[in-house]
């Protein structure tokens, strides 16, 4: 994420924020004893590795700077900081009320901001982040003042709700929760006397998101799903395209226990006549989604036959793509982020630019599309925060995300070794994201973050028993000890490297004690 940057355009004060807010926050992606059967430094594999932002003198472009959250309108911080502490009294995100109504209410009150922009609504279980942001990117880079609604955060709640590239102000943030809040507080008095939880926080979050966008004023909104889609709040809006990233399966206990009952659930997002663009599916979820575009007489695309990643290969900073579209192929493309994954992604966001500006049948401007992607970031996904020795978080948190990650890790980097700080929410796959990262991990080094729905670090620690030995689990009761064991290990030798990966909120905490402790050099 860039630098934040006051703007008054549209009569709205847009800067960013920093104060350290992650905690409690997750949306929610066996191996031998020998390591060197998964040695990730195979040069001749990969003659462009050397060059990758890990080496010397290069950090790669997926990095934010130490200044990021740093603000100019640090006078309205206690006023930011009380619209935080006001939205996580309410009930979390962990706990999510399957219901429209409730926030459908609140935003009739408000006289439906929601429906002031058009939206790209994106849903899925793994790459939704990234592909809203590369979306929003690309229509930036076409002159549109953008919203961006995302979530979880990492540091901050300012970066779930973005306007023309920045998080949104404190000033902003306060002043237009003050707007809002008399009528959610209408609505939690109705929801009460019905015998309703009160609107949860991610309701309100989201009204809040709305609210903002329509003071801006914005063009377009792009807006990521919090859980499934058919009764998430965000679904109050109605996506012109719908965008579905790949579905697995994930919070099986809210969204069903098969593939085809969370694909159904998240197809809800589909309104009449939407566009709508899909990754790879199997085929128990396409075959919901091809049933819910019957249903809405709308058009689908599907990456492999509508639109397809025709090739990617390393470069500095990230990776060169070329893709075929919905109405053109775009070649050498820059994408400044690592993994295939993420090359996907922006296949799938091509497609979804293409459907909104053009319905599908007009191909973007060459280098207004290589501008989009030259400048997407996605913070906590892949990113470096640390050299000497080399320190990447990822936010993988189920199985499908941590496969991805073991993949971008083979792929893109050289290392010979690669030391993994774990923690895990207790609602997650625990069993799936070790045994996906044992084969490319030398030691895990087991912890927990903040979080109260974090995973004991001894339970954890027996689970990684399990796929591992004695002498590659180590347990820490804090996860700053665990990251100084972790980088002490790394440094020892010049192609070693830590990755932080599990849950969101440990990737937050060790973004914060990178730039308490300037790993970056």
């Not at 500006?357 to 996904?381: C, F, I, K, M, Y």
């Not at 820490?476 to 969101?504: C, I, K, L, Y």
């Amino acid at each position: 994420m860039s630098d934040n940057r006051g703007s008054d355009n549209g009569g709205s004060d847009n800067g960013g924020s920093g104060r350290d807010d992650h905690d409690g926050f997750d949306t929610s992606s066996e191996r031998d004893d020998e390591f060197d059967e998964t040695d990730l430094g195979d040069d001749n594999a990969n003659p462009l590795a050397d060059l990758s932002p890990f080496a010397e003198g290069d950090e790669g472009t997926n990095l934010d700077d130490d200044s990021d959250f740093e603000l100019e309108d640090t006078e309205y911080q206690d006023d930011a900081d009380r619209v935080y502490e006001e939205l996580l009294a309410r009930i979390g995100e962990a706990a999510p009320q399957p219901r429209l109504e409730a926030t459908r209410r609140a935003v009739e009150l408000l006289g439906d901001p929601q429906r002031t922009f058009p939206i790209v609504h994106v849903t899925g279980t793994n790459g939704k982040t990234s592909t809203s942001r590369i979306t929003e990117s690309i229509l930036r880079a076409y002159g549109l003042r953008t919203g961006l609604m995302t979530s979880p955060h990492l540091r901050r709640v300012n970066e779930r709700i973005v306007i023309d590239g920045q998080p949104i102000s404190n000033r902003a943030l306060a002043a237009n929760w003050a707007d809002i809040r008399p009528f959610l507080d209408m609505v939690d008095a109705e929801l009460i006397a019905g015998s309703e939880e009160p609107l949860t926080f991610f309701e309100a979050l989201t009204v809040l998101a709305f609210a903002s966008f329509a003071d801006a004023p914005i063009d377009v909104a792009v807006i990521e799903v919090g859980m499934g889609g058919e009764w998430d709040s965000t679904n109050v809006g109605d996506g012109q395209v719908a965008v579905f990233t790949p579905i697995a399966l994930d919070h099986t206990q809210r969204l069903g226990s098969t593939v085809a009952e969370i694909a159904r659930t998240k197809s809800g997002i589909i309104k009449p006549l939407a566009n709508v663009v899909s990754a790879v599916q199997t085929d128990d979820a396409l075959a919901e989604l091809e049933r819910a575009v019957e249903l809405t007489e709308s058009t689908f695309a599907v990456e492999g036959t509508g639109f397809e990643l025709l090739g990617s290969s390393v470069a500095v900073g990230g990776q060169v793509i070329s893709v075929r579209g919905l109405a053109g192929t775009y070649s050498d493309l820059f994408l400044p982020m690592f993994g295939d994954h993420q090359g996907h992604n922006a296949a799938l966001a091509i497609a979804a630019v293409e459907s909104f500006l053009g319905a599908g049948s007009q191909a973007l401007v060459g280098d207004v599309l290589a501008e989009g992607l030259a400048t997407a970031t996605s913070p906590g996904r892949l990113q470096i925060i640390g050299n000497e020795p080399t320190v990447i978080v990822d936010a993988a948190h189920n199985p499908h995300g941590a496969a991805a990650l073991a993949a971008a890790l083979k792929t893109y980097f050289t290392f010979d070794e690669v030391v993994v700080v774990l923690g895990v929410l207790q609602d997650k796959d625990a069993r799936g994201i070790i045994a996906a990262l044992a084969p490319v991990t030398a030691r895990f080094h087991v912890t927990q973050s903040q979080s109260e729905r974090a995973v004991a670090y001894d339970d954890l620690a027996e689970l990684v028993l399990e796929a591992t030995h004695d002498d590659a689990t180590f347990r820490f009761d804090t996860f700053e000890h665990a990251m100084q064991d972790a980088r002490e290990w790394a440094a020892e030798a010049p192609r070693r490297a830590v990755v932080v990966t599990g849950s969101v909120t440990l990737v937050g905490e060790a973004i914060d004690l990178a730039a308490a402790e300037k790993w970056k050099q």
